[in-house]
């Protein structure tokens, strides 16, 4: 069994996760949850087997193929939903609530599936080209993509706050299942605050690597100045927050937009915009 069919086979064990979690949802059964929570496991654990696997197949091909799988739009997609999912469990561990993986392990699903399903991205693994090979593509690409995580899981708790402050609680609604609106308030912020400062990480470390690779620490390649801009409407987030005490529905909507913008960077760029990251087609 090759990686690229083990990752085919974790996004159908995502998949049957999301659907129990969101079956809880609905039924309000607790061993249902418990299946979601094993499942999600399981998943995660085949996923870890998964990325480890395709990084022993890289150097099994020989001189040149060698290095992490972070390289390209389907390695970047693995490594994406797999964060997801570790964020999402920690949470789940901390706040002993398993809702939120109601919105979180479909995110994970979908970006594997995307990965794996779609027939415009290539999972063949290839030599690196020369910009790639750095020691500072593993740093760049992990911090840029746990601070993406970090900003998809406060995405979709930003949709749970919504939902939660506008439908409110009846007897039978299965909104009472969704944490408190101020605990998802805070689970907010807090996930952005993470994905801020990894965001941070992957912006400066990206310009190091720019610098060895190309002579130029900034050169506002499209990529770098969507970057750019999805950093500073975290920023705007963050400082109204700290600053002007912004709360609730106003944070929960700019969480929303900054989402948009990590998706329009991750994607967009790549698709729409041709620059020096073209190579992450």
Same mark, same amino acid.
């Given at each position: 069994?090759?990686?690229?069919?083990?990752?085919?086979?974790?996004?159908?064990?995502?998949?049957?996760?999301?659907?129990?979690?969101?079956? %809880?949802?609905?039924?309000?059964?607790?061993?249902?949850?418990?299946?979601?929570?094993?499942?999600?496991?399981?998943?995660?654990?085949?996923? %870890?087997?998964?990325?480890?696997?395709?990084?022993?197949?890289?150097?099994?091909?020989?001189?040149?193929?060698?290095?992490?799988?972070?390289?390209?739009?389907?390695?970047?997609? @693995?490594?994406?939903?797999?964060?997801?999912?570790?964020?999402?469990?920690?949470?789940?561990?901390?706040?002993?609530?398993?809702?939120?993986?109601?919105?979180?392990?479909?995110?994970?699903?979908?970006?594997?599936?995307?990965?794996?399903?779609?027939?415009?991205?290539?999972?063949?693994?290839?030599?690196?080209?020369?910009?790639?090979?750095?020691?500072?593509?593993?740093?760049? @690409?992990? %911090?840029?993509?746990?601070?993406?995580?970090?900003?998809?899981?406060?995405?979709?708790?930003?949709?749970?706050?919504?939902?939660?402050?506008?439908?409110?609680?009846?007897?039978?609604?299965?909104?009472?299942?969704?944490?408190?609106?101020?605990?998802?308030?805070?689970?907010?912020?807090?996930?952005?605050?993470?994905?801020?400062?990894?965001?941070?990480?992957?912006?400066?470390?990206?310009?190091?690597?720019?610098?060895?690779?190309?002579?130029?620490?900034?050169?506002?390649?499209?990529?770098?100045?969507?970057?750019?801009?999805?950093?500073?409407?975290?920023?705007?987030?963050?400082?109204?927050?700290?600053?002007?005490?912004?709360?609730?529905?106003?944070?929960?909507?700019?969480?929303?937009?900054?989402?948009?913008?990590?998706?329009?960077?991750?994607?967009?760029?790549?698709?729409?915009?041709?620059?020096?990251?073209?190579?992450?087609?």
């Amino acid at each position: 069994m090759n990686s690229s069919y083990l990752l085919s086979i974790i996004t159908f064990i995502y998949g049957a996760a999301s659907f129990c979690y969101i079956t %809880t949802w609905i039924f309000k059964k607790p061993i249902i949850g418990k299946l979601a929570t094993i499942t999600t496991y399981i998943g995660f654990l085949g996923h %870890t087997v998964g990325i480890i696997l395709r990084w022993v197949e890289s150097y099994q091909m020989g001189a040149g193929h060698g290095h992490a799988p972070l390289s390209n739009m389907y390695e970047s997609l @693995v490594f994406f939903s797999w964060s997801i999912i570790l964020l999402y469990l920690l949470i789940e561990y901390k706040y002993k609530n398993k809702s939120i993986g109601g919105v979180a392990a479909p995110l994970a699903f979908f970006a594997l599936a995307y990965a794996s399903l779609s027939p415009h991205i290539e999972d063949r693994i290839s030599p690196l080209i020369p910009a790639l090979k750095s020691n500072w593509l593993i740093i760049h @690409v992990i %911090t840029c993509f746990i601070g993406y995580a970090a900003f998809a899981v406060s995405f979709g708790v930003a949709i749970m706050y919504l939902m939660k402050a506008r439908g409110g609680e009846g007897k039978d609604s299965f909104l009472n299942q969704f944490p408190a609106v101020r605990i998802l308030d805070r689970l907010i912020y807090q996930t952005i605050t993470l994905g801020f400062l990894f965001l941070t990480m992957g912006i400066i470390t990206g310009a190091v690597w720019a610098n060895s690779a190309w002579g130029s620490y900034w050169s506002w390649d499209p990529k770098e100045t969507w970057s750019l801009i999805t950093w500073f409407i975290y920023a705007t987030l963050i400082h109204s927050r700290m600053v002007r005490g912004w709360r609730g529905k106003r944070i929960a909507l700019l969480s929303l937009i900054g989402f948009i913008a990590v998706m329009f960077t991750y994607f967009g760029v790549n698709y729409i915009l041709p620059g020096l990251h073209s190579y992450a087609q």
